[in-house]
C-alpha cells in the first residue's frame, strides 16, 4: 500500500543548528516526492519537488530508493523556517493525487 | 494569477444546519481537490475531480458530505446536516494533469487559504 511517514510530529531546534525533519515512503512504482510548507494558519505552499534538485530557502532534499527516503535538511535554521512540513507522494497511473504525510511541526527557537 | 480562491474564510454554525464551502480553482487547471485537515487526522483528501469528473471519493467520510464540479471554475462541498465534529480546516487545490499518450505530467498543486469550519 502507499503510504508515507513522517516520524516526528514535533522538531524543536535553536536558530543556527541543523535541520532534518525525516520522510520515509512506500511504493511499488517510480516515487515523485514532493514538500509543502504550511505558515501559522496560512496556505499549504510546495518547498521541493525532488525531480526539480533544487534549493529553496536553504532547504534541500534528497531521494534515497534504497532507503526509501526524502529527508528534508536545512544546514542552518532561522525562526521564519518554524511551520509545519508536509511530505508528500504523487501517485501516478491515472490517479494523479498526493499521499500526504501526517506532517511535522518544526519550531526554531531564537 | 489570483491563485485558488476559497469562500468563506470562516464559518460558524450550528450544528444540523447546511454547509456549502466554495472554491475557485486557477484558471488552466484541469484538476481540483478537498481536503480537510484536523489537529488529530492532519491532511485528509476527501475528493478530486479531473476534468470536473470526480475520480476518487473515498476520502469522504460519510453520505452528509457531497462534492459538485459543475464547471472548470467552480466546486462545492457540502455538508447536510452538519455536526460538530465536521469542524476543520477545509482546503481545495487544483493542479495541471497532462495525459502524454501512456505518461502522466503532473504538475504541483496549489492551495488555496482554506475555509475555517466551527460546528457548534
Known amino acids: 500500500a502507499q503510504r508515507v511517514t513522517q516520524p516526528e510530529k514535533l522538531l524543536s531546534v535553536f536558530k543556527g543548528a541543523p535541520v532534518e525533519l525525516k520522510c520515509n515512503y512506500s511504493?511499488?512504482?517510480?516515487?515523485?516526492l514532493f514538500w509543502y510548507v504550511q505558515y501559522s494558519r496560512q496556505r499549504l505552499q510546495l518547498l521541493l519537488r525532488?525531480?526539480s534538485r533544487e534549493s529553496i530557502k536553504g532547504f534541500t532534499a534528497d531521494l534515497n530508493k534504497g532507503e526509501t527516503s526524502f529527508h528534508l535538511k536545512k544546514p542552518f535554521a532561522q525562526e521564519e523556517d518554524s511551520a509545519m512540513y508536509y511530505c508528500?507522494?504523487?501517485?501516478?497511473?491515472?490517479?494523479?493525487?498526493?499521499?500526504f504525510g501526517a506532517g511535522t511541526r518544526l519550531a526554531v527557537h531564537p | 494569477d489570483a491563485g485558488v480562491i476559497q469562500s468563506p474564510r470562516h464559518e460558524v454554525t450550528e450544528m444540523g444546519q447546511e454547509v456549502t464551502l466554495r472554491c475557485k480553482p486557477i484558471?488552466?487547471?484541469?484538476?481540483l481537490f478537498w481536503y480537510r485537515q484536523t489537529m488529530m487526522r492532519g491532511l485528509e483528501l476527501l475528493i478530486y475531480?479531473?476534468?470536473?469528473?470526480?475520480?476518487?471519493d473515498s476520502g469522504m467520510p460519510e453520505d452528509r458530505f457531497s462534492a459538485k464540479m459543475p464547471n472548470a471554475s467552480f466546486s462545492t462541498l457540502k455538508i447536510q446536516p452538519s455536526e460538530p465534529r465536521d469542524s476543520a480546516v477545509y482546503f481545495c487545490?487544483?493542479?495541471?494533469?497532462?495525459?502524454?499518450?501512456?505518461?502522466?505530467?503532473?504538475?504541483?498543486?496549489?492551495f488555496g487559504d482554506g475555509t475555517r469550519l466551527s460546528i457548534l
Open positions: 525532488h525531480i
Open positions: 511504493y511499488s512504482g517510480s516515487p515523485e
Open positions: 484558471s488552466g487547471h484541469n484538476s
Open positions: 487545490a487544483s493542479s495541471i494533469l497532462r495525459s502524454q499518450g501512456w505518461k502522466e505530467s503532473n504538475q504541483p498543486q496549489h
Open positions: 508528500a507522494l504523487f501517485l501516478s497511473g491515472g490517479y494523479n493525487k498526493l499521499i
Open positions: 475531480f479531473n476534468n470536473n469528473v470526480p475520480i476518487d
